[in-house]
Protein backbone atom coordinates (compact mmCIF):
# COMPACT_ATOMS: atom_id res chain seq x y z
CA UNK A 1 0.00 0.00 0.00
CA UNK A 2 1.37 3.54 -0.89
CA UNK A 3 0.22 6.89 -0.94
CA UNK A 4 -3.05 8.22 -0.47
CA UNK A 5 -6.85 7.55 -1.83
CA UNK A 6 -9.19 10.41 -1.70
CA UNK A 7 -11.17 11.10 1.33
CA UNK A 8 -7.75 10.78 3.30
CA UNK A 9 -7.82 6.65 3.30
CA UNK A 10 -4.41 5.35 3.11
CA UNK A 11 -2.93 3.55 0.18
CA UNK A 12 -4.64 1.26 -2.38
CA UNK A 13 -5.48 -2.48 -1.83
CA UNK A 14 -3.53 -5.02 -3.77
CA UNK A 15 -6.18 -6.80 -6.32
CA UNK A 16 -6.00 -10.67 -5.21
CA UNK A 17 -5.76 -13.25 -7.93
CA UNK A 18 -6.54 -16.65 -7.54
CA UNK A 19 -10.47 -18.42 -6.93
CA UNK A 20 -14.05 -16.29 -7.86
CA UNK A 21 -13.93 -16.32 -4.04
CA UNK A 22 -10.63 -15.06 -3.31
CA UNK A 23 -10.93 -12.05 -5.85
CA UNK A 24 -14.40 -11.33 -4.52
CA UNK A 25 -13.39 -10.84 -0.52
CA UNK A 26 -10.38 -8.14 -2.58
CA UNK A 27 -13.19 -6.03 -3.32
CA UNK A 28 -15.48 -6.73 -0.34
CA UNK A 29 -15.59 -3.39 2.40
CA UNK A 30 -16.39 -0.27 0.25
CA UNK A 31 -20.39 -1.26 0.04
CA UNK A 32 -20.41 -1.78 3.49
CA UNK A 33 -18.90 1.36 4.63
CA UNK A 34 -21.60 3.25 2.25
CA UNK A 35 -24.37 0.80 3.99
CA UNK A 36 -24.22 2.22 7.72
CA UNK A 37 -25.26 5.07 5.57
CA UNK A 38 -28.09 3.25 4.65
CA UNK A 39 -29.21 2.06 8.84
CA UNK A 40 -28.13 5.41 10.60
CA UNK A 41 -29.99 6.87 13.72
CA UNK A 42 -32.32 8.98 11.10
CA UNK A 43 -33.53 5.35 9.22
CA UNK A 44 -34.32 4.42 12.89
CA UNK A 45 -36.83 7.20 13.15
CA UNK A 46 -38.89 7.06 10.25
CA UNK A 47 -38.67 2.62 10.80
CA UNK A 48 -39.94 3.09 13.85
CA UNK A 49 -42.57 5.59 13.45
CA UNK A 50 -43.99 3.51 10.31
CA UNK A 51 -44.10 0.46 11.97
CA UNK A 52 -46.01 1.24 15.46
CA UNK A 53 -48.00 3.75 13.57
CA UNK A 54 -48.88 1.75 10.64
CA UNK A 55 -48.03 -2.12 11.74
CA UNK A 56 -46.30 -3.94 8.39
CA UNK A 57 -47.84 -2.31 5.89
CA UNK A 58 -45.22 -0.53 4.55
CA UNK A 59 -42.61 -2.97 4.44
CA UNK A 60 -43.07 -2.42 0.68
CA UNK A 61 -41.29 1.21 0.95
CA UNK A 62 -38.44 0.15 2.41
CA UNK A 63 -37.63 -2.65 -0.69
CA UNK A 64 -38.58 -0.29 -3.32
CA UNK A 65 -36.01 2.07 -1.45
CA UNK A 66 -33.72 -0.46 -1.19
CA UNK A 67 -34.05 -1.35 -5.03
CA UNK A 68 -33.43 2.41 -5.78
CA UNK A 69 -30.10 2.31 -3.10
CA UNK A 70 -28.96 -0.41 -5.04
CA UNK A 71 -28.97 0.78 -8.45
CA UNK A 72 -28.10 4.38 -7.56
CA UNK A 73 -25.02 3.08 -5.66
CA UNK A 74 -23.88 0.83 -7.82
CA UNK A 75 -23.99 3.42 -11.30
CA UNK A 76 -21.58 5.42 -8.46
CA UNK A 77 -19.53 2.40 -8.04
CA UNK A 78 -19.32 2.24 -11.61
CA UNK A 79 -18.43 5.73 -12.24
CA UNK A 80 -15.71 5.80 -9.90
CA UNK A 81 -14.05 2.63 -11.37
CA UNK A 82 -14.25 3.81 -14.71
CA UNK A 83 -13.74 6.89 -14.95
CA UNK A 84 -10.94 7.36 -12.12
CA UNK A 85 -12.87 10.03 -10.49
CA UNK A 86 -15.27 10.33 -7.93
CA UNK A 87 -19.04 11.80 -8.66
CA UNK A 88 -18.20 15.07 -7.17
CA UNK A 89 -14.99 15.39 -9.08
CA UNK A 90 -16.97 14.56 -12.38
CA UNK A 91 -19.11 17.26 -11.26
CA UNK A 92 -16.68 19.47 -10.83
CA UNK A 93 -15.22 19.23 -14.27
CA UNK A 94 -18.25 18.77 -16.38
CA UNK A 95 -21.00 21.33 -14.82
CA UNK A 96 -20.27 25.37 -14.94
CA UNK A 97 -19.09 27.20 -11.41
CA UNK A 98 -22.75 27.94 -10.69
CA UNK A 99 -24.11 24.34 -11.06
CA UNK A 100 -20.59 23.20 -9.13
CA UNK A 101 -21.21 25.51 -6.04
CA UNK A 102 -24.91 24.93 -5.92
CA UNK A 103 -24.03 21.20 -5.57
CA UNK A 104 -21.32 21.28 -3.08
CA UNK A 105 -23.69 23.38 -0.62
CA UNK A 106 -26.13 20.69 -1.09
CA UNK A 107 -24.59 18.17 -0.48
CA UNK A 108 -22.92 20.23 2.69
CA UNK A 109 -26.59 20.06 4.07
CA UNK A 110 -27.12 16.59 3.31
CA UNK A 111 -23.89 15.51 5.11
CA UNK A 112 -24.87 18.46 7.69
CA UNK A 113 -27.93 17.48 8.75
CA UNK A 114 -27.32 13.35 8.74
CA UNK A 115 -24.35 13.61 10.81
CA UNK A 116 -26.52 15.87 13.53
CA UNK A 117 -29.17 12.19 13.42
CA UNK A 118 -25.46 10.00 13.67
CA UNK A 119 -23.98 12.47 16.67
CA UNK A 120 -27.48 12.07 19.03
CA UNK A 121 -28.21 8.19 17.74
CA UNK A 122 -24.46 8.11 19.83
CA UNK A 123 -24.77 10.42 22.38
CA UNK A 124 -28.74 8.94 23.35
CA UNK A 125 -26.73 5.08 22.95
CA UNK A 126 -24.08 6.18 25.58
CA UNK A 127 -27.01 7.53 27.79
CA UNK A 128 -28.96 4.59 27.88
CA UNK A 129 -26.29 2.07 27.93
CA UNK A 130 -24.16 3.98 30.63
CA UNK A 131 -26.47 7.07 32.17
CA UNK A 132 -23.97 9.04 30.96
CA UNK A 133 -24.99 12.92 30.94
CA UNK A 134 -26.28 14.29 27.12
CA UNK A 135 -23.63 17.24 27.55
CA UNK A 136 -20.94 14.40 28.40
CA UNK A 137 -22.08 12.26 25.25
CA UNK A 138 -21.84 14.97 23.51
CA UNK A 139 -18.03 15.86 24.49
CA UNK A 140 -17.39 11.87 23.94
CA UNK A 141 -19.18 11.83 20.67
CA UNK A 142 -17.14 14.75 19.35
CA UNK A 143 -13.71 12.81 20.59
CA UNK A 144 -14.63 9.97 18.39
CA UNK A 145 -12.38 11.33 15.61
CA UNK A 146 -9.57 10.12 17.53
CA UNK A 147 -10.19 6.16 16.95
CA UNK A 148 -11.13 7.01 13.51
CA UNK A 149 -7.52 8.50 13.07
CA UNK A 150 -6.03 5.55 14.67
CA UNK A 151 -7.95 3.43 12.24
CA UNK A 152 -7.04 5.34 9.63
CA UNK A 153 -3.38 4.60 10.09
CA UNK A 154 -3.99 1.08 9.83
CA UNK A 155 -5.23 0.98 6.53
CA UNK A 156 -8.55 1.28 4.48
CA UNK A 157 -9.30 -2.65 5.32
CA UNK A 158 -8.80 -2.38 8.71
CA UNK A 159 -11.29 0.54 8.62
CA UNK A 160 -13.38 -1.64 6.42
CA UNK A 161 -13.06 -4.74 8.78
CA UNK A 162 -13.99 -2.70 11.99
CA UNK A 163 -17.48 -1.46 9.82
CA UNK A 164 -18.13 -4.45 9.02
CA UNK A 165 -17.85 -5.64 13.05
CA UNK A 166 -20.32 -3.05 13.52
CA UNK A 167 -22.73 -3.76 11.24
CA UNK A 168 -22.93 -6.98 12.08
CA UNK A 169 -23.34 -6.02 15.63
CA UNK A 170 -26.58 -3.82 14.42
CA UNK A 171 -27.83 -7.12 12.94
CA UNK A 172 -27.25 -9.32 15.22
CA UNK A 173 -28.88 -7.10 17.70
CA UNK A 174 -31.98 -6.64 15.98
CA UNK A 175 -32.44 -10.48 15.34
CA UNK A 176 -32.84 -10.34 18.52
CA UNK A 177 -35.56 -8.03 18.49
CA UNK A 178 -37.19 -10.02 16.28
CA UNK A 179 -37.35 -12.99 18.06
CA UNK A 180 -38.48 -11.37 21.06
CA UNK A 181 -40.99 -9.72 19.70
CA UNK A 182 -42.78 -12.56 18.33
CA UNK A 183 -44.32 -10.99 14.76
CA UNK A 184 -47.20 -12.42 12.73
CA UNK A 185 -45.46 -13.58 9.95
CA UNK A 186 -48.48 -13.75 7.72
CA UNK A 187 -48.73 -10.28 8.27
CA UNK A 188 -44.85 -9.27 7.39
CA UNK A 189 -45.31 -10.91 4.35
CA UNK A 190 -48.81 -9.08 3.77
CA UNK A 191 -46.44 -5.86 3.68
CA UNK A 192 -44.52 -6.24 0.99
CA UNK A 193 -47.83 -5.89 -1.23
CA UNK A 194 -47.88 -1.96 -2.15
CA UNK A 195 -50.26 -0.29 -0.35
CA UNK A 196 -50.71 3.40 0.10
CA UNK A 197 -53.43 5.79 1.39
CA UNK A 198 -53.48 9.66 2.27
CA UNK A 199 -52.55 9.02 5.75
CA UNK A 200 -49.36 6.94 5.24
CA UNK A 201 -47.88 9.29 2.43
CA UNK A 202 -45.80 11.71 5.14
CA UNK A 203 -43.97 8.89 7.12
CA UNK A 204 -43.43 6.87 3.51
CA UNK A 205 -41.54 9.71 1.73
CA UNK A 206 -39.61 10.20 5.17
CA UNK A 207 -38.30 6.66 4.67
CA UNK A 208 -37.40 6.95 0.96
CA UNK A 209 -35.83 10.02 2.03
CA UNK A 210 -34.09 8.66 5.03
CA UNK A 211 -32.45 5.78 2.83
CA UNK A 212 -31.79 7.51 -0.76
CA UNK A 213 -28.98 10.04 0.38
CA UNK A 214 -26.89 11.85 -1.99
CA UNK A 215 -23.64 12.04 -0.01
CA UNK A 216 -23.33 7.91 0.27
CA UNK A 217 -23.04 8.05 -3.76
CA UNK A 218 -20.37 10.75 -3.39
CA UNK A 219 -18.58 8.02 -1.00
CA UNK A 220 -19.07 5.06 -2.74
CA UNK A 221 -17.61 6.18 -6.56
CA UNK A 222 -14.78 7.05 -3.87
CA UNK A 223 -14.26 4.17 -2.39
CA UNK A 224 -14.52 1.91 -4.79
CA UNK A 225 -10.84 3.64 -6.26
CA UNK A 226 -9.22 2.05 -3.10
CA UNK A 227 -8.55 -0.97 -4.52
CA UNK A 228 -5.59 -1.22 -7.13
CA UNK A 229 -7.69 -2.40 -10.90
CA UNK A 230 -5.68 -3.02 -13.75
CA UNK A 231 -6.47 -0.03 -16.05
CA UNK A 232 -7.78 -2.18 -18.25
CA UNK A 233 -10.71 -2.98 -19.71
CA UNK A 234 -11.27 -6.61 -18.55
CA UNK A 235 -9.92 -4.92 -15.12
CA UNK A 236 -12.17 -2.66 -14.45
CA UNK A 237 -14.80 -4.97 -15.75
CA UNK A 238 -14.08 -7.75 -13.37
CA UNK A 239 -13.93 -4.95 -10.54
CA UNK A 240 -17.20 -3.41 -11.54
CA UNK A 241 -18.94 -6.90 -11.51
CA UNK A 242 -17.27 -7.56 -7.95
CA UNK A 243 -18.07 -4.36 -6.47
CA UNK A 244 -21.86 -4.92 -7.85
CA UNK A 245 -21.99 -7.95 -5.85
CA UNK A 246 -20.74 -6.79 -2.70
CA UNK A 247 -23.44 -3.49 -2.90
CA UNK A 248 -25.80 -6.28 -2.95
CA UNK A 249 -24.81 -7.87 -0.15
CA UNK A 250 -24.09 -4.83 1.91
CA UNK A 251 -27.18 -3.15 0.92
CA UNK A 252 -29.46 -6.06 1.67
CA UNK A 253 -27.81 -6.30 4.87
CA UNK A 254 -29.25 -2.38 5.51
CA UNK A 255 -32.75 -3.60 4.68
CA UNK A 256 -32.87 -6.45 6.76
CA UNK A 257 -31.68 -4.22 9.54
CA UNK A 258 -34.36 -1.36 8.75
CA UNK A 259 -36.65 -3.95 8.01
CA UNK A 260 -36.15 -5.75 11.48
CA UNK A 261 -36.80 -2.37 12.93
CA UNK A 262 -40.03 -1.67 11.43
CA UNK A 263 -41.40 -5.43 12.35
CA UNK A 264 -40.65 -5.13 16.02
CA UNK A 265 -42.12 -1.25 16.56
CA UNK A 266 -45.30 -3.11 14.48
CA UNK A 267 -44.94 -6.15 16.89
CA UNK A 268 -44.56 -4.29 20.39
CA UNK A 269 -46.02 -1.07 19.89
CA UNK A 270 -48.32 -1.07 17.21
CA UNK A 271 -49.90 -4.00 18.36
CA UNK A 272 -50.42 -2.52 21.76
CA UNK A 273 -52.07 0.67 19.76
CA UNK A 274 -48.69 2.71 21.37
CA UNK A 275 -47.78 5.45 18.37
CA UNK A 276 -43.89 5.62 18.89
CA UNK A 277 -41.88 9.00 17.59
CA UNK A 278 -39.14 9.13 19.87
CA UNK A 279 -35.93 6.87 20.08
CA UNK A 280 -36.31 7.46 23.82
CA UNK A 281 -39.42 5.88 24.29
CA UNK A 282 -39.09 2.86 22.18
CA UNK A 283 -35.89 1.86 24.59
CA UNK A 284 -38.28 2.66 27.83
CA UNK A 285 -41.21 0.52 26.69
CA UNK A 286 -39.11 -2.25 25.14
CA UNK A 287 -38.60 -3.88 28.29
CA UNK A 288 -42.42 -3.45 29.85
CA UNK A 289 -44.24 -4.69 26.61
CA UNK A 290 -41.81 -7.36 26.37
CA UNK A 291 -40.97 -8.12 29.69
CA UNK A 292 -37.49 -8.71 28.47
CA UNK A 293 -34.23 -6.48 29.83
CA UNK A 294 -32.37 -7.76 27.06
CA UNK A 295 -34.25 -6.28 24.70
CA UNK A 296 -33.48 -2.84 25.58
CA UNK A 297 -30.23 -3.45 26.16
CA UNK A 298 -29.68 -4.61 22.40
CA UNK A 299 -32.01 -1.56 21.06
CA UNK A 300 -29.22 0.49 22.66
CA UNK A 301 -26.01 -1.43 21.96
CA UNK A 302 -27.44 -1.21 18.13
CA UNK A 303 -27.95 2.29 18.33
CA UNK A 304 -24.40 3.08 19.79
CA UNK A 305 -22.98 1.04 16.46
CA UNK A 306 -25.08 2.31 14.34
CA UNK A 307 -24.44 5.90 15.40
CA UNK A 308 -20.54 5.51 15.71
CA UNK A 309 -20.23 3.53 12.49
CA UNK A 310 -21.70 6.58 10.70
CA UNK A 311 -19.95 9.43 12.04
CA UNK A 312 -16.88 7.29 10.95
CA UNK A 313 -18.18 7.24 7.21
CA UNK A 314 -20.19 10.77 7.39
CA UNK A 315 -16.55 12.07 7.98
CA UNK A 316 -14.78 10.06 4.95
CA UNK A 317 -18.18 11.51 2.19
CA UNK A 318 -17.59 15.20 3.76
CA UNK A 319 -13.74 14.99 3.00
CA UNK A 320 -14.79 13.44 -0.67
CA UNK A 321 -17.91 16.01 -1.49
CA UNK A 322 -14.91 18.73 -0.21
CA UNK A 323 -11.96 17.73 -2.22
CA UNK A 324 -14.20 16.58 -5.35
CA UNK A 325 -16.17 20.10 -5.79
CA UNK A 326 -13.35 22.48 -4.59
CA UNK A 327 -10.10 20.46 -4.78
CA UNK A 328 -9.45 20.99 -0.47
CA UNK A 329 -8.36 19.07 1.33
CA UNK A 330 -8.87 19.02 5.36
CA UNK A 331 -7.32 17.39 7.91
CA UNK A 332 -9.52 14.53 9.40
CA UNK A 333 -9.85 16.31 12.84
CA UNK A 334 -10.69 19.86 11.16
CA UNK A 335 -13.08 18.29 8.67
CA UNK A 336 -14.75 16.69 12.17
Known amino acids: MSGQ ?40 ATDIEAGSRFGYTLIWVLLLSN ?17 GHDLAQGCRQEYPRFARVLLWALAELAIT ?49 FIVVLV ?68 KREACRFNGVDSVIALNAAFFVNAAILITAAAVFHKQGIVVTETEQAHTLLERLLGESVAPFAFAVALLASGQSSTITGTISGQVVMEGFLNLRFTPWARR
Open 5 to 44: TKGGLPGKVPVTHGSWLRRLLTFVGPAYLVSVGYMDPGNW
Open 67 to 83: LMAVLLQTLAARLGIVT
Open 168 to 235: ATIGGCFMIEVVLSKPEWHAVAAGFIPRLDSSMLYVAIGIIGATVMPHNLYLHSSLVQSRAVANTFTG
Open 113 to 161: ATDLAEALGTIIGLNLLFHIPLLWGCAITALDIFLFLMLQHFGVRKLEA
